[in-house]
């Protein structure tokens, strides 16, 4: 009897990995550099749980570039890809950096080339523009993306991933689970979205917490944080250089003409290894 390769198996034998996070916004990192992706969304979606795998937020698979110092990819834990993702990019540009000696690293992401930079004991990234154009965020129908036609009046937001702003008087107030969960779906959202509640403090000074579409609630995110940067200074609500606080801690922001800045700590929590016995489950 022949066995036939399992096209959903992963073939790997032993995976080596690194654990981190920015502000608790956690993240499990796979060097793949200079071999085939290693990556699928099963093998994600297994790595994700907090059970069998060890659990993250966000994976971060980097990549060879040709036109960057690394290609990075991300997947949400429910397996989904993901266009960007703030903090894990800081979270490799620390690494990439401790590497190499540099301040600056170039990465190639799927919404584009983001540099980032040392900034004392942080790293901070240039995020990109905003995208405000309805089918580019993108959303199911052509209509204002400033005040979606929904309830709460948000603010839609792409920063290489779809974000909802909503701004509320009281941030204690909200029922994240639930309404986050809802609003990811709406059908306004062919891709779903992630959800921002922001309560603005004062013209630099913002709270917020995040339902992420693929993952939930998390402590952090730092697309969301800029996409939060850039609807409130739209709404006339703060000025373009803030700080956020966020569940696990604070952000700094700054929508420039070259793009959104945020700047913000980064841990290396500890490195491990998945076992055969694990990957040949998934
Ligand atoms: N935590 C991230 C955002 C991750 C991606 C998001 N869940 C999506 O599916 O778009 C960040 O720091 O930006």
């Known amino acids: 009897m022949h066995n036939e390769p399992n096209p959903t198996r992963s073939p790997i034998s032993k995976l080596s990995f690194l654990k981190m996070h920015g502000l608790g916004n956690d ?19 297994a790595i994700g749980d907090r059970n069998r795998g060890v659990g993250f937020d966000q994976l971060a698979e980097i990549r060879t570039s040709e036109s960057a110092d690394i290609d990075l990819d991300f997947w949400n834990n429910d397996g989904s890809r993901a266009g960007a993702c703030g903090n894990a990019t800081r979270c490799v540009a620390r690494l990439m950096m401790d590497e190499t000696g540099k ?6 992401t799927e919404r584009g080339l983001l540099q980032a930079e040392r900034a004392g004991t942080e790293v901070s990234v240039n995020m990109g523009l905003p995208i405000l154009e309805w089918d580019q965020v993108p959303l199911a129908a052509n209509v204002d993306v400033e005040h979606l036609p929904l309830a709460g009046d948000p603010v839609a937001v792409g920063m290489g991933n779809p974000h909802a702003v909503f701004f509320v008087n009281d941030i204690t107030d909200i029922d994240l689970p639930t309404q986050g969960a809802t609003i990811e779906h709406d059908p306004l ?33 730092g697309s969301g944080a800029c996409a939060t ?25 700054e929508w420039r003409d070259d793009g959104v800045w945020m700047t913000g700590p980064t841990t290396l929590v500890f490195a491990g290894e998945f076992d055969a016995t694990f990957l040949e489950q998934v």
């Open 27 to 45: 993240f499990v990192i796979i060097d793949s550099r200079g071999r085939d992706a290693q990556i699928t969304p099963a093998l994600a979606k």
């Open 103 to 108: 301040d600056t690293i170039l990465i190639r």
């Open 189 to 221: 959202f062919p891709e779903r979205t992630n959800v921002e509640f922001a309560e603005v403090r004062s013209r630099s000074e913002i709270r917020m917490r995040v339902w992420e579409r693929g993952a939930g609630i998390t402590l952090a995110c």
């Open 229 to 253: 940067v850039v609807a409130a200074s739209l709404r006339g609500l703060t000025d373009k250089s803030v700080r956020m606080e966020v569940d696990g801690g604070w952000l700094a922001l």
